[in-house]
């Protein structure tokens, strides 16, 4: 699988769909277009990854998008990534996560410079509080070769991400001073447009 307008190791930009423990529920469609917006000022080209159940509702807003269908061997983040990669194997990856509602183009930016001017780093994130945010950062297809080797070959320490980056080969950014409130996940949120489909709704 390709892109016409990507090369390989390209940056290919991935919007992160699936549920997530901070909403509890299916985020809002325009979430999406804002992180597709905002992607697609440093990416030609930008997907999503989805949860499999949410699969039909996207397929029907974006339907000029290719969507990938988070793994259900793994859970969270990692499995959207990985899925994305085991599909797109020669292209970096560019991701931010639908519900980072206030994020705005500087930081990811900020992302794409430091990731120029200092190749030799598997992934580029942003530090949050005392730790990592890693759903907004660059993923090298070199590293997540790493960490799917590792799934493989059952030797993967932890499934989480910020776990995984802080133990990896990770340049870690201070955020822009005036953007740091951009890494927020909010807790609290308009009311979603998407309906919970049933347990047993598959993919169309």
């Known amino acids: 699988m390709g892109f016409r307008f990507l090369k390989s190791l390209d940056i290919l930009g991935v919007v992160l769909c699936g549920r997530t423990k901070r909403m509890n529920r299916p985020e809002e469609l325009e979430a999406v277009e804002h992180s597709l917006n905002l992607l697609s000022q440093v990416s030609r080209e930008c997907i999503l990854s989805v949860d499999d159940r949410q699969f039909p509702i996207f397929k029907k807003r974006f339907q000029s998008r290719e969507i990938i269908i988070d793994s259900q061997n793994l859970h969270g983040p990692v ?3 990985l899925s994305v990669y085991s599909a797109y194997r020669v292209y970096n990856l560019i991701v931010l996560s639908m519900d980072m509602l206030h994020m705005e183009i500087q930081p990811i930016r900020t992302l794409i410079q430091n990731y120029k001017a200092q190749p030799n780093y598997d992934f580029y994130v942003f530090k949050n509080g005392k730790g990592v945010e890693p759903l907004c ?3 090298t297809s070199a590293g997540l070769k790493k960490i799917n080797d590792s799934y493989l070959e059952g030797s993967l320490k932890s499934y989480n991400l910020k776990t995984i980056l802080q133990e990896s080969n990770t340049l870690i950014l201070e955020p822009p001073g005036e953007y740091e ?5 909010p807790v609290h949120k308009p009311k979603p447009l998407l309906p919970n489909l049933p347990l ?3 993919q169309a």
């Open 79 to 81: 499995s959207g990534i």
């Open 181 to 185: 409130a951009n890494l927020q996940h």
């Open 200 to 202: 047993n709704e598959t």
């Open 137 to 139: 950062g660059i993923y």
